[in-house]
């Protein structure tokens, strides 16, 4: 059943195929694992899951699904101190959002507690694990460097016997923190650092969030994840590039104790600039007070990312982009970002509505009347259907939308000219009312009533669409503008003395209060939507029935010409 260790010699891809799925389809041919594709996650549940996550899950389970197999979801449980039910649950949700499907079955490292320290007795039993008293600090010293061997330690020639005895006596609980620990017996001379006899476990009398107090032992990550993945069958065992020197220990575990034997492949970490992945980093963002949680919109958790209105689909695409390499690079956040509008561009309804609003009083449109305007929620796309915006005599227009001095080229409003009010009528700005200091507070305009749906009466045409809301109708809203949370390319890259911390972007949320049309008011939580020429936008869980609150996802691009072009074209 063991794989045998010639069939590792790597296969070539065939053209749009990664190492990994190449190598899989060649252990098929060769029928090592009799056909059989199993994968894992294996989280460790000691933070929220980040962008970097989803390359992982991506692969994991979309490998198993492909070749028509199984992964696991298994949460990588050996560190009581660090680690909390909150973030399993986190974790859940986070991979099933993703599209994670794990039918094959939830499991915990710590499940595995009592099946490890058998197996750790029967690697003292073959001579090949022994109890050290050397504190942390010796073992470190006696480990040697790159170019010296390590020394051994004073312990390692104790009998089966006594290391029987006392790692039972470790984990009956006799001995305080960090005064034994079990270590494999390889060679304190080996070229791999990793194999100078390696920790397997530590005392650590501390509470597990699944074990409570039952273990005052703890097995380490070498040690526990390459008996889990044995244990519950796995083949292939996918991780990052920085765990290729413990595959040594990996394999020497499995095949000194001669049981099922996974191969592990090790793929390249995803970075991406302007942002860190690493749970460390994370968890200092939260705790320093430099975002509101783990899920603020501009954290690059999972959980961020969703609640900014990212969809599942946008990472999918960015991580098939992204790719499996065997070298370790740093993807551009622009990248992400073009998935993200790709995605929403195709998806996302359109609706209006004015972030920093001017009014418009349109002094030849009758008093008190109200006309309903049927309009389409996405012009390339009819089966979203259509809404229906009312229209009157004031209405709000986004300021950036009028200059009193309208530079050349400028085809929105200003003393005299005309545009269109996207999908209702042309109006032209006979006055602006201007206060005592400078500041425009309201505009005069006319409208024409033979331009009704925003067609030309008479082939005449205005080059400007602009997008509005009545003020009648309008609901206030909350809404929130992010920008980068970090603005420089790579944030650990820290200023003289100080940290990453350092480099977060001060400027990363702003507040406006925007006027909806109405229908924006009664979306769901997490639906998106695109506010026409603005971007697109995410109703938030603060929201309140009074106060709908919207997060920016991401700003459009090239939206003012494209728009001039629609509707130009529908003339
Ligand atoms: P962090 O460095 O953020 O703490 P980690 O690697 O310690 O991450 P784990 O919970 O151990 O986090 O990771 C679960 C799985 O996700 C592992 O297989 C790990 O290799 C993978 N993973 C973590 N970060 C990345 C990343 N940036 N790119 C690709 N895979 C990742
Ligand atoms: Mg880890």
Redesign the pocket.
């Known amino acids: 059943m063991a794989a045998d260790s010639t069939d590792n010699t790597p296969e070539t891809p065939a053209p749009g195929e990664d190492f990994i799925r190449a190598q899989i389809r060649r252990d098929n041919a060769l029928g090592t694992y009799d056909g059989r594709v199993h994968t894992r996650?294996?989280?460790?549940?000691?933070?929220y899951?980040?962008?970097?996550?989803?390359?992982?899950?991506f692969?994991?389970f979309g490998v198993a699904s492909e070749f028509g197999g199984r992964c696991n979801l298994r949460f990588?449980d050996t560190n009581p101190t660090k680690e909390d039910t909150e973030y399993v649950d986190s974790i859940r949700e986070d991979v099933r959002w993703l599209g994670g499907d794990w039918q094959a079955g939830e499991y915990y490292a710590s499940d595995y507690f009592e099946r490890l320290y058998d197996y750790a007795q029967q690697l003292i039993r073959m001579g090949k694990a022994y109890v050290d008293d050397l504190s942390a600090d010796e073992i470190r010293e006696y480990r040697g460097t790159l170019t010296e061997p390590g020394r051994e330690s004073p312990w390692r020639g104790r009998s089966v016997e006594e290391n029987l005895d006392l790692f039972r006596r470790m984990r009956a609980g006799e001995f305080p923190d960090g005064m034994r620990v079990l270590r494999a017996k390889i060679d304190m001379a080996a070229p791999n650092l990793v194999m100078r006899d390696p920790t397997l476990y530590r005392i650590r009398h501390a509470a597990h969030h699944r074990t409570g107090d039952k273990w005052p032992i703890y097995p380490l990550y070498d040690y526990t994840h390459c008996l889990s993945d044995s244990l519950e069958g796995v083949t292939h065992s996918?991780?990052?590039l920085?765990?290729a020197n413990n595959r040594e220990l990996y394999d020497w575990v499995l095949d000194t104790l001669g049981i099922y034997h996974p191969r592990q492949y090790e793929?390249?970490?995803?970075?991406v600039t302007h942002t860190v992945?690493?749970?460390?980093?994370?968890i200092q963002l939260v705790e320093s007070g430099h975002v509101r949680g783990w899920d603020d919109p501009r954290m690059p958790t999972l959980c961020g990312l969703r609640r900014r209105g990212v969809p599942p689909e946008a990472l999918r695409e960015f991580c098939a982009r992204v790719g499996m390499a065997r070298a370790n690079s740093t993807v551009e956040y622009a990248m992400l970002e073009f998935c993200i509008r790709e995605h929403l561009n195709a998806h996302a309804p359109r609706l209006m509505a004015v972030l920093d609003p001017l009014r418009v009083i349109i002094e030849n449109y009758p008093q008190g009347q109200v006309e309903e305007f049927d309009m389409p929620l996405h012009p390339e796309d009819p089966s979203h259907g259509d809404r229906k915006v009312s229209f009157a005599r004031e209405i709000w227009i986004e300021r950036d939308d009028f200059r009193l001095e309208p530079p050349k080229k400028y085809h929105r409003l200003s003393p005299g000219a005309e545009v269109r009010l996207r999908y209702a009528y042309f109006i032209t700005c006979r006055e602006a009312v201007v206060d005592a200091r400078g500041k425009v507070t309201e505009l005069r305009c006319l409208y024409d009533p033979q331009s009704r749906g925003g067609q030309s009466p008479d082939g005449r045409r205005v080059k400007g669409t602009i997008h509005w809301v009545s003020a009648l109708h309008a609901r206030e809203a909350e809404i929130r503008l992010y920008e980068q949370l970090f603005a420089v390319e790579n944030p650990d890259v820290a200023p003289e003395g100080g940290t990453f911390l350092d480099n977060v972007n001060p400027h990363s949320l702003r507040i406006a209060r925007g006027l909806l049309e109405p229908a924006l008011a009664n979306i769901g939580t997490g639906v998106s939507v695109q506010f026409e020429r603005l971007g697109y936008f995410c109703k938030d869980k603060d929201s309140t029935p009074e106060m709908p609150v919207f997060n920016r996802t991401i700003s459009l691009r090239d939206t003012w010409a494209k728009l001039e072009k629609q509707q130009t074209t529908r003339d």
């Open positions: 996650f294996p989280p460790e549940p000691n933070g899951l980040h962008l970097g996550h989803a390359k992982s899950i692969l994991n990588d996918l991780c990052t920085e765990f793929f390249a970490r995803l970075n992945l690493s749970k460390r980093k994370l």
